[in-house]
């Protein structure tokens, strides 16, 4: 319920309840890596791009192949400048068949804009 609930608000741009709805989630359900996913998400469109990474990481931990965290993952990496890690990750991205892989970076216009799950 609370995972749905944070869709709802960040999708309406209410960012903090949708953190919050986020966060009781996650003390709900901890092994659930997708509220890891979607709070990465959260600061990435917020420019926290350290703790973004933080999160991906932690989906990663147990998703390994999840080519669209890596993608995400490597957004935050080439906003704080770290062109090396981007690239691996956009190369996983790629590999693993991203839904986002084949969208060139150029294209993305605003982090801001992307759309949850």
């Known amino acids: 319920m609370y995972f749905n609930l944070?869709?709802?608000?960040?999708?309406?741009?209410?960012i903090t309840e949708g953190m919050n709805s986020y966060n009781k989630a996650l003390e709900l359900n901890p092994k659930n890596v997708?509220?890891?996913?979607?709070?990465?998400?959260v600061y990435l469109m917020t420019e926290k791009f350290n703790d973004a990474i933080s999160e991906f990481d932690k989906v990663l931990a147990t998703q390994p192949d999840d080519g669209d965290t890596h993608y995400y993952r490597g957004l935050a990496y080439e906003k704080l400048n770290k062109t090396d890690k981007a690239k691996e990750d956009f190369s996983l991205a790629v590999k693993l068949k991203s839904t986002h892989a084949n969208v060139p970076y150029e294209d993305i216009k605003d982090v801001k804009e992307i759309k949850l799950n």
Do not use: S
């Not at 944070?6 to 209410?14: A, H, P, R, T």
């Not at 997708?34 to 990465?40: D, E, K, S």
């Open 34 to 41: 997708w509220i890891n996913y979607n709070r990465g998400m």
């Open 6 to 14: 944070g869709l709802v608000y960040v999708n309406d741009n209410q």
